[in-house]
Protein backbone atom coordinates (compact mmCIF):
# COMPACT_ATOMS: atom_id res chain seq x y z
CA UNK A 1 0.00 0.00 0.00
CA UNK A 2 1.47 3.28 -1.38
CA UNK A 3 -0.12 5.91 1.13
CA UNK A 4 2.46 8.70 -0.13
CA UNK A 5 0.73 8.60 -3.37
CA UNK A 6 -2.43 8.83 -2.00
CA UNK A 7 -1.76 11.52 -0.60
CA UNK A 8 -0.42 13.01 -3.60
CA UNK A 9 -3.82 12.09 -5.46
CA UNK A 10 -5.73 13.90 -2.85
CA UNK A 11 -3.99 16.90 -3.93
CA UNK A 12 -4.79 16.25 -6.94
CA UNK A 13 -8.27 15.56 -6.41
CA UNK A 14 -8.62 18.56 -4.64
CA UNK A 15 -7.66 20.95 -7.91
CA UNK A 16 -9.46 18.55 -9.82
CA UNK A 17 -12.29 18.91 -8.04
CA UNK A 18 -13.21 22.25 -8.03
CA UNK A 19 -12.78 22.42 -11.56
CA UNK A 20 -15.23 19.47 -12.67
CA UNK A 21 -18.04 21.17 -9.89
CA UNK A 22 -17.26 24.61 -11.96
CA UNK A 23 -19.23 23.52 -14.89
CA UNK A 24 -21.75 22.01 -13.30
CA UNK A 25 -25.13 24.39 -13.18
CA UNK A 26 -27.06 24.58 -9.88
CA UNK A 27 -26.81 21.07 -8.69
CA UNK A 28 -28.71 20.84 -5.02
CA UNK A 29 -31.74 22.18 -7.24
CA UNK A 30 -31.44 19.72 -9.52
CA UNK A 31 -31.57 16.73 -6.82
CA UNK A 32 -33.92 18.81 -5.09
CA UNK A 33 -36.37 18.46 -7.69
CA UNK A 34 -35.42 14.31 -8.23
CA UNK A 35 -33.00 14.72 -10.71
CA UNK A 36 -30.52 11.81 -10.44
CA UNK A 37 -26.63 11.53 -11.73
CA UNK A 38 -26.84 7.55 -11.85
CA UNK A 39 -26.27 5.70 -15.57
CA UNK A 40 -28.79 2.66 -16.08
CA UNK A 41 -25.89 0.04 -15.68
CA UNK A 42 -25.52 1.14 -11.91
CA UNK A 43 -29.23 1.42 -11.27
CA UNK A 44 -30.03 -2.02 -12.94
CA UNK A 45 -27.09 -3.78 -10.98
CA UNK A 46 -28.06 -2.45 -7.39
CA UNK A 47 -31.95 -3.36 -7.59
CA UNK A 48 -34.25 -1.90 -5.34
CA UNK A 49 -31.77 -0.05 -2.87
CA UNK A 50 -34.98 1.08 -0.49
CA UNK A 51 -34.02 0.45 3.27
CA UNK A 52 -30.36 -0.74 2.49
CA UNK A 53 -27.40 1.03 4.20
CA UNK A 54 -25.25 1.49 1.67
CA UNK A 55 -21.61 2.97 1.64
CA UNK A 56 -20.28 4.77 -1.65
CA UNK A 57 -16.67 4.17 -1.54
CA UNK A 58 -14.23 6.87 -3.37
CA UNK A 59 -17.64 8.99 -3.69
CA UNK A 60 -15.80 11.74 -5.00
CA UNK A 61 -18.10 15.06 -4.44
CA UNK A 62 -21.74 13.34 -4.07
CA UNK A 63 -23.60 13.74 -6.47
CA UNK A 64 -24.29 9.88 -7.00
CA UNK A 65 -24.56 9.09 -3.19
CA UNK A 66 -27.06 11.45 -2.90
CA UNK A 67 -28.83 10.20 -5.82
CA UNK A 68 -28.72 6.95 -4.04
CA UNK A 69 -30.45 8.27 -1.07
CA UNK A 70 -32.57 9.63 -3.27
CA UNK A 71 -33.43 5.62 -4.40
CA UNK A 72 -34.13 5.59 -0.87
CA UNK A 73 -30.92 4.20 0.83
CA UNK A 74 -29.32 4.88 4.37
CA UNK A 75 -26.22 6.42 2.43
CA UNK A 76 -22.19 6.51 3.48
CA UNK A 77 -19.46 8.72 1.22
CA UNK A 78 -15.99 7.93 1.27
CA UNK A 79 -13.51 9.78 0.10
CA UNK A 80 -9.92 10.93 0.67
CA UNK A 81 -10.41 14.91 -1.08
CA UNK A 82 -11.09 17.19 0.97
CA UNK A 83 -12.30 19.02 -1.57
CA UNK A 84 -14.78 16.72 -2.54
CA UNK A 85 -16.25 15.97 0.98
CA UNK A 86 -16.66 19.37 1.71
CA UNK A 87 -18.69 19.76 -1.86
CA UNK A 88 -20.76 16.95 -0.77
CA UNK A 89 -21.46 18.21 2.62
CA UNK A 90 -21.92 21.14 1.53
CA UNK A 91 -24.68 19.27 -1.75
CA UNK A 92 -26.93 17.47 1.06
CA UNK A 93 -27.86 20.57 2.78
CA UNK A 94 -28.49 22.78 0.27
CA UNK A 95 -30.55 19.79 -1.43
CA UNK A 96 -32.08 18.90 1.51
CA UNK A 97 -30.92 15.17 1.22
CA UNK A 98 -29.44 13.12 4.00
CA UNK A 99 -26.53 11.64 3.81
CA UNK A 100 -23.55 11.22 5.72
CA UNK A 101 -19.98 11.84 4.11
CA UNK A 102 -16.22 10.67 5.83
CA UNK A 103 -13.13 12.63 4.54
CA UNK A 104 -10.59 9.71 4.94
CA UNK A 105 -8.05 7.45 2.78
CA UNK A 106 -10.28 4.54 1.92
CA UNK A 107 -8.01 1.88 3.68
CA UNK A 108 -7.99 3.90 7.01
CA UNK A 109 -11.77 3.85 6.73
CA UNK A 110 -12.03 0.14 5.96
CA UNK A 111 -9.40 -0.68 8.43
CA UNK A 112 -11.27 1.46 11.40
CA UNK A 113 -15.37 0.40 10.44
CA UNK A 114 -13.68 -3.49 10.36
CA UNK A 115 -13.16 -3.10 13.96
CA UNK A 116 -16.34 -1.77 14.72
CA UNK A 117 -19.40 -2.98 14.73
CA UNK A 118 -21.10 -1.11 11.44
CA UNK A 119 -21.64 -3.26 8.68
CA UNK A 120 -23.25 -2.29 5.14
CA UNK A 121 -25.44 -4.04 2.84
CA UNK A 122 -24.18 -2.55 0.30
CA UNK A 123 -20.47 -1.08 -1.27
CA UNK A 124 -20.88 0.56 -3.85
CA UNK A 125 -17.43 1.89 -6.50
CA UNK A 126 -18.11 3.33 -9.93
CA UNK A 127 -16.53 5.34 -12.68
CA UNK A 128 -12.72 5.01 -11.65
CA UNK A 129 -12.64 3.53 -8.82
CA UNK A 130 -10.10 0.95 -9.00
CA UNK A 131 -7.28 2.57 -11.12
CA UNK A 132 -6.17 4.52 -7.73
CA UNK A 133 -5.86 1.27 -5.40
CA UNK A 134 -2.06 0.60 -4.47
CA UNK A 135 -3.15 -2.99 -3.00
CA UNK A 136 -6.32 -4.17 -4.54
CA UNK A 137 -6.01 -7.40 -2.50
CA UNK A 138 -6.20 -5.25 0.80
CA UNK A 139 -8.98 -2.73 -0.49
CA UNK A 140 -11.46 -6.51 -1.14
CA UNK A 141 -10.16 -8.13 2.36
CA UNK A 142 -11.73 -4.61 3.59
CA UNK A 143 -14.72 -4.39 1.60
CA UNK A 144 -15.55 -7.98 2.55
CA UNK A 145 -15.16 -7.02 6.32
CA UNK A 146 -17.47 -4.53 6.14
CA UNK A 147 -20.45 -6.11 4.84
CA UNK A 148 -22.87 -7.69 6.27
CA UNK A 149 -23.65 -11.53 5.91
CA UNK A 150 -25.44 -11.48 2.67
CA UNK A 151 -24.47 -8.27 1.68
CA UNK A 152 -22.84 -7.09 -2.04
CA UNK A 153 -20.47 -4.98 -3.45
CA UNK A 154 -21.45 -3.34 -6.74
CA UNK A 155 -19.08 -1.52 -9.21
CA UNK A 156 -19.10 -0.07 -12.36
CA UNK A 157 -16.16 1.23 -13.75
CA UNK A 158 -13.88 1.45 -16.99
CA UNK A 159 -12.39 -1.41 -18.34
CA UNK A 160 -8.71 -1.67 -17.60
CA UNK A 161 -8.53 -2.13 -21.82
CA UNK A 162 -8.76 1.70 -21.17
CA UNK A 163 -5.07 1.79 -19.66
CA UNK A 164 -3.14 0.16 -22.64
CA UNK A 165 -4.46 2.29 -25.37
CA UNK A 166 -2.83 5.94 -25.84
CA UNK A 167 -4.77 8.71 -27.33
CA UNK A 168 -4.82 7.26 -31.08
CA UNK A 169 -6.10 4.00 -29.31
CA UNK A 170 -3.23 2.74 -30.40
CA UNK A 171 -1.58 -0.56 -28.06
CA UNK A 172 1.05 1.66 -25.68
CA UNK A 173 0.95 0.10 -21.95
CA UNK A 174 0.99 -4.14 -20.64
CA UNK A 175 -2.11 -4.84 -20.08
CA UNK A 176 -1.11 -7.59 -17.46
CA UNK A 177 0.17 -4.58 -14.92
CA UNK A 178 -0.69 -6.81 -11.77
CA UNK A 179 -0.69 -3.04 -9.79
CA UNK A 180 2.07 -1.49 -12.08
CA UNK A 181 2.46 1.85 -11.21
CA UNK A 182 1.42 4.73 -13.63
CA UNK A 183 2.35 8.48 -12.79
CA UNK A 184 1.30 11.16 -14.31
CA UNK A 185 3.00 14.78 -13.97
CA UNK A 186 -0.32 16.42 -15.60
CA UNK A 187 -2.17 15.35 -12.60
CA UNK A 188 -5.85 14.70 -13.12
CA UNK A 189 -7.28 16.83 -15.53
CA UNK A 190 -10.85 18.45 -16.38
CA UNK A 191 -12.52 15.40 -18.17
CA UNK A 192 -16.15 17.25 -17.41
CA UNK A 193 -14.88 20.24 -19.38
CA UNK A 194 -14.14 17.90 -22.15
CA UNK A 195 -17.32 15.73 -21.80
CA UNK A 196 -19.20 18.32 -22.98
CA UNK A 197 -22.41 18.53 -20.81
CA UNK A 198 -22.55 14.44 -21.11
CA UNK A 199 -21.28 14.86 -17.49
CA UNK A 200 -23.39 17.91 -16.44
CA UNK A 201 -27.14 16.36 -16.10
CA UNK A 202 -27.83 19.68 -13.71
CA UNK A 203 -26.67 21.58 -16.46
CA UNK A 204 -23.58 22.65 -18.06
CA UNK A 205 -21.62 26.19 -18.05
CA UNK A 206 -18.59 26.99 -19.31
CA UNK A 207 -16.71 27.13 -15.65
CA UNK A 208 -13.28 27.25 -15.39
CA UNK A 209 -11.33 27.20 -18.45
CA UNK A 210 -7.28 26.02 -19.92
CA UNK A 211 -7.22 24.01 -16.36
CA UNK A 212 -3.86 22.66 -15.35
CA UNK A 213 -3.50 20.44 -12.48
CA UNK A 214 -0.75 21.50 -10.32
CA UNK A 215 -0.06 18.63 -8.68
CA UNK A 216 0.75 15.31 -10.40
CA UNK A 217 -1.06 11.69 -9.91
CA UNK A 218 -0.35 7.80 -9.76
CA UNK A 219 -2.33 5.13 -10.85
CA UNK A 220 -2.40 1.58 -11.08
CA UNK A 221 -3.07 -1.14 -13.49
CA UNK A 222 -5.18 -4.02 -12.79
CA UNK A 223 -6.68 -6.61 -14.89
CA UNK A 224 -9.82 -8.11 -15.20
CA UNK A 225 -8.76 -11.30 -14.06
CA UNK A 226 -6.87 -9.40 -10.84
CA UNK A 227 -10.10 -8.08 -9.91
CA UNK A 228 -12.21 -11.21 -9.77
CA UNK A 229 -9.79 -13.25 -8.55
CA UNK A 230 -9.18 -10.99 -5.35
CA UNK A 231 -12.56 -11.10 -4.81
CA UNK A 232 -13.47 -15.05 -4.62
CA UNK A 233 -10.04 -15.48 -2.19
CA UNK A 234 -11.80 -13.78 0.47
CA UNK A 235 -15.10 -15.29 -0.10
CA UNK A 236 -17.47 -13.56 -2.23
CA UNK A 237 -19.55 -14.84 -5.00
CA UNK A 238 -19.70 -13.58 -8.21
CA UNK A 239 -23.23 -13.23 -8.83
CA UNK A 240 -23.32 -10.93 -11.91
CA UNK A 241 -20.35 -9.35 -14.53
CA UNK A 242 -21.15 -7.19 -17.71
CA UNK A 243 -18.92 -5.84 -20.19
CA UNK A 244 -20.28 -2.72 -22.32
CA UNK A 245 -18.73 -1.34 -25.42
CA UNK A 246 -19.36 2.08 -24.41
CA UNK A 247 -18.37 4.31 -21.80
CA UNK A 248 -20.95 6.89 -19.74
CA UNK A 249 -20.05 10.02 -19.82
CA UNK A 250 -16.45 10.43 -20.19
CA UNK A 251 -14.11 11.07 -23.55
CA UNK A 252 -11.53 9.32 -22.47
CA UNK A 253 -9.65 9.12 -25.74
CA UNK A 254 -9.37 10.84 -28.84
CA UNK A 255 -12.57 11.54 -31.06
CA UNK A 256 -15.14 9.20 -28.78
CA UNK A 257 -18.65 9.77 -29.88
CA UNK A 258 -21.39 10.49 -27.79
CA UNK A 259 -24.45 8.47 -28.67
CA UNK A 260 -28.34 10.15 -27.65
CA UNK A 261 -28.00 8.46 -23.95
CA UNK A 262 -24.77 10.08 -22.91
CA UNK A 263 -23.08 7.27 -23.69
CA UNK A 264 -19.35 7.31 -25.52
CA UNK A 265 -18.15 5.07 -28.09
CA UNK A 266 -15.26 4.32 -30.13
CA UNK A 267 -14.47 6.97 -33.07
CA UNK A 268 -15.20 5.49 -36.86
CA UNK A 269 -13.00 2.81 -37.95
CA UNK A 270 -12.29 1.42 -34.54
CA UNK A 271 -13.70 -1.80 -33.86
CA UNK A 272 -16.07 -2.52 -30.74
CA UNK A 273 -14.07 -2.79 -27.47
CA UNK A 274 -14.77 -3.39 -23.82
CA UNK A 275 -15.02 -0.03 -22.40
CA UNK A 276 -17.24 -0.75 -18.90
CA UNK A 277 -17.50 -3.54 -16.90
CA UNK A 278 -20.28 -4.38 -14.20
CA UNK A 279 -19.76 -6.63 -11.19
CA UNK A 280 -21.81 -7.55 -8.40
CA UNK A 281 -19.77 -10.22 -5.63
CA UNK A 282 -22.13 -11.30 -2.51
CA UNK A 283 -20.75 -12.29 0.94
CA UNK A 284 -22.22 -15.45 2.21
CA UNK A 285 -25.01 -15.36 3.98
CA UNK A 286 -22.74 -17.10 7.30
CA UNK A 287 -19.75 -14.68 8.29
CA UNK A 288 -16.20 -16.85 7.62
CA UNK A 289 -12.86 -15.61 8.55
CA UNK A 290 -12.21 -13.43 5.50
CA UNK A 291 -14.20 -10.88 7.81
CA UNK A 292 -11.62 -10.40 10.40
CA UNK A 293 -8.78 -10.53 8.01
CA UNK A 294 -8.48 -7.23 7.31
CA UNK A 295 -7.91 -6.37 10.97
CA UNK A 296 -5.53 -9.26 11.58
CA UNK A 297 -3.88 -7.99 8.37
CA UNK A 298 -3.32 -4.29 9.86
CA UNK A 299 -2.53 -5.23 13.23
CA UNK A 300 0.75 -7.53 11.84
CA UNK A 301 2.07 -4.71 9.16
Request: hydrophobic share 40%; with cysteine.
Amino acid sequence: MRKDLHQENRLSWNEATKAHNSHKKDQAKFLRQGGSTLFPEEIELLGDVRGLSLVHLQCNAGQDTLSLAQRGARVTGVDISDEAISFARQLSQDSGIPATFVRSDVYDWLAQTAEGAQRFDLVFCSYGALCWLSDLDLWTKGVAAVLRPGGRLVCVDFHPLFGVLDEEWKLKYSYFGRGELFTWQEGIGDYVAEAGGALSPSGHREGMQAFRNPYPCHEFQWTIADILTVLLEVGLHIAAFREYSYSNGAKLLKDMRETPDRRMIPPKGVPNLPLMFGLVAQKAEQTGNAVGALAGREKGS
